[in-house]
């Protein structure tokens, strides 16, 4: 095997941190004005009668505020999912309204920015986020209280910019923060099984790369100059796996692979297609633009298990160490430090496929490593979806939230289903809220690493 595919790690780990005071810099938002946004006609989805702004803030961010028609004087900044690849559209935030208006049906303002690049890139995302809200307080005005949402990867960013802006000793501009589906254990951790499904689906399919086709370390997602498309990914992972047919119409052999990805990776078979693609393009994002091309992940280390033969699946599939300063560079960018110092409650979907729920048992440890356990409280949900729950469920978050900043009664996961259950006489069904769920460890879901 080449030395490219086998190799070692030839400096200290200790380096990796020492690292971390060489990536990028911390550069917030200025003070300066910004530009008045532009009412604008609402998105689809919109309560009647809410009005609409948009605008491009002065680092380039596309955004877009929505105020209710009756305003209960309370904001949220909302942190969009992704990340989406590619140059930022403005369009972005008419989906993110859309699915998320049961805010402004709530009562709440929503301000959502789209972030001024696209790809991996958590800082910044968290300094367009912190941008927006000053942005509304300049222009709409100011609300008596500011609440931060952050879903799915921006979950990860809302818990940044928190970390950036309401850390302990800050005068916070935020009173509380909600995340929901979060992808919490940080880009070092949450990226792990990604990697593994590459090099298990390699070993199984051998079509990502084919034989015929010029060979690449997986964890580089992509050549820079890949003209590979998704629906030829997926074509490839039909040919393999057959994903979309139901088992009946399974080859033989094509059952057996699938069944080793799940039982080896604990993934559903209805995910591993859109794992396999953000294995791929994210993958070629973080190392393209986030870690100069160099390698963040490893599992030179890792034990396979799950399978028919675990021995022939360790001895066969590639291994990559990483490179620390790459590891250094995309830590200090993605992980989390859990130095909050407001209010923070999360939900999370049991089953869910993308966001495994197991996260949050990582961001409970960062939260408590950081002395900060008793702000955090997390609930979960008899979910088995990903980018929505249901509207009761978001109302009596937020209800919740507010009870902790206004009268310093904590919630618990028992006190927010009581309060979902009050809220379907308004918003509808949907409350599956289990307050007795505790997740597992994410070594119970990923192959560990040290």
Same mark, same amino acid.
């Given at each position: ?221 992509? /050549? =820079? ?9 997926? &074509?490839? @992972? +039909?040919?393999?796996? %057959?994903? #979309? ?97 407001? /209010? =923070? ?9 993308? &966001?495994? @729920? +197991?996260?949050?048992? %990582?961001? #409970? ?86």
């Amino acid at each position: 095997m080449s030395s490219l595919i086998r190799q070692r790690i030839t400096l200290p780990l200790l380096l990796a941190a020492a690292l971390v005071g060489c990536a990028q810099t911390h550069t917030p938002p200025t003070s300066t004005s910004e530009a008045a946004p532009q009412a604008s006609p609402c998105p689809k989805g919109t309560p009647e009668g809410a009005r609409c702004l948009r605008g491009q803030d002065s680092a380039g961010s596309f955004y877009l505020i929505v105020v209710p028609a009756q305003w209960n004087q309370m904001l949220v900044v909302h942190a969009h999912g992704g990340p989406s690849l590619g140059e930022p559209k403005a369009s972005r935030a008419d989906e993110d309204i859309e699915r998320w208006a049961i805010t402004v049906r709530a009562g709440y303002a929503w301000a959502g920015s789209v972030f001024r690049q696209g790809g991996v890139a958590v800082r910044s995302a968290a300094e367009d986020t912190e941008r927006v809200r000053r942005i509304f307080v300049q222009h709409v005005g100011q609300p008596s209280r500011t609440l931060l949402h952050g879903q799915s990867w921006g979950a990860s960013v809302a818990a940044k910019t928190a970390e950036l802006y309401a850390g302990p000793g800050m005068r916070s501009p935020y009173d509380a923060v909600l995340l929901s589906s979060g992808v919490l254990a940080g880009g070092t951790r949450s990226y792990d099984f990604r990697l593994d499904l590459r090099v298990v689906y390699q070993y199984l399919c051998n079509n990502h790369p084919r034989s015929d086709e010029p060979q690449y370390p997986l964890w580089m997602g992509l /050549p =820079v100059d890949s003209k590979l498309t998704p629906a030829e990914l997926n &074509a490839r @992972v +039909e040919d393999c796996l %057959a994903t #979309r047919k139901s088992a009946a119409q399974r080859t033989p052999e094509q059952a057996r692979k699938l069944k080793m990805i799940v039982d080896v990776l604990k993934i559903p078979e209805s995910s591993v297609a859109g794992h396999l693609a953000w294995a791929t393009w994210h993958f070629q994002d973080i190392v393209q633009n986030r870690t100069q091309g160099r390698n963040p992940f490893r599992n030179d280390q890792v034990r396979y298990q799950g399978s028919a033969d675990d021995a022939a699946l360790n001895a066969a599939v590639l291994r990559y160490a990483a490179d620390p300063a790459a590891a250094a560079r995309f830590s200090e960018d993605a992980d989390l430090t859990g130095r909050i110092a407001i /209010p =923070v409650l999360t939900v999370h979907g049991i089953d869910d496929p993308t &966001a495994f @729920v +197991e996260l949050e048992s %990582a961001f #409970r440890q960062t939260m408590e490593r950081a002395g900060n356990g008793a702000r955090l409280v997390q609930v979960f949900s008899d979910h088995n979806t990903h980018s929505y729950l249901s509207d009761p469920t978001y109302v009596a978050l937020f209800d919740a939230l507010n009870q902790w900043v206004e009268r310093g009664v904590k919630p618990t996961p028992a006190s927010v289903a009581e309060g979902c259950k009050r809220a379907e006489a308004t918003y509808g069904a949907g409350c599956k809220i289990r307050a007795d769920y505790q997740p597992a460890p994410l070594e119970a879901r990923m192959a560990p690493r040290q």
